[in-house]
C-alpha cells in the first residue's frame, strides 16, 4: 500500500485530533492531494484538499473553520488537523491523489486511496 492515513480514534466532542497521510514510495509529491470521509451508510464525501506546494487549500463547508490540512513535501506526509470535533465528524477518513483534472471535490477524480483511519467522536 503506497498511501497509509493514521492517526485516527475515539475522541469526545469538542477534542481535537490529527491524522497523517504518508506516501511511502514519495511518488505523489507533485500532485494535489485530498481527504475524504465515508461514515456507514453514506456515500463518500470530500473533506479537504491541497494542491501540490501547499499554497492552495479547499475545504467542505461542514469542516471549514475546524480542520486545516498540511503537508510536508519532505516527510512525504499530508496532514489533517482536526479541531472542535463533533459527533457528526465520524466516519472512516481516507486520503488520495487528486490525479486527474476534474473537481477536488469529487472522489472520481481521485486515484491512490490509502487505508482509511477511523474516526469516532462522542457526544
Known amino acids: 500500500v503506497q498511501l497509509q492515513a493514521s492517526g485516527g480514534g475515539l475522541v469526545q466532542a469538542g477534542d481535537s485530533l490529527g491524522l497523517s497521510c504518508i506516501d511511502s514510495?514519495?511518488?505523489?509529491?507533485?500532485?494535489?492531494m485530498g481527504w475524504f470521509r465515508q461514515a456507514p451508510g453514506k456515500e463518500r464525501e470530500f473533506v479537504a484538499n491541497?494542491?501540490?506546494?501547499?499554497?492552495?487549500?479547499y475545504y467542505a463547508d461542514s469542516v471549514k473553520g475546524r480542520f486545516t490540512i498540511s503537508r510536508d513535501t519532505a516527510e512525504n506526509t499530508v496532514y489533517l488537523q482536526m479541531n472542535s470535533l463533533k459527533p457528526e465528524d465520524t466516519a472512516v477518513y481516507y486520503c488520495?491523489?487528486?490525479?486527474?483534472?476534474?473537481?477536488?471535490?469529487?472522489?472520481?477524480?481521485?486515484?491512490?486511496w490509502g487505508r482509511g483511519t477511523q474516526v469516532t467522536v462522542s457526544s
Open positions: 488520495a491523489v487528486h490525479r486527474y483534472s476534474g473537481s477536488y471535490y469529487l472522489p472520481d477524480e481521485y486515484d491512490y
Open positions: 514510495r514519495r511518488a505523489f509529491v507533485n500532485y494535489d
Open positions: 491541497i494542491n501540490w506546494s501547499g499554497e492552495t487549500t
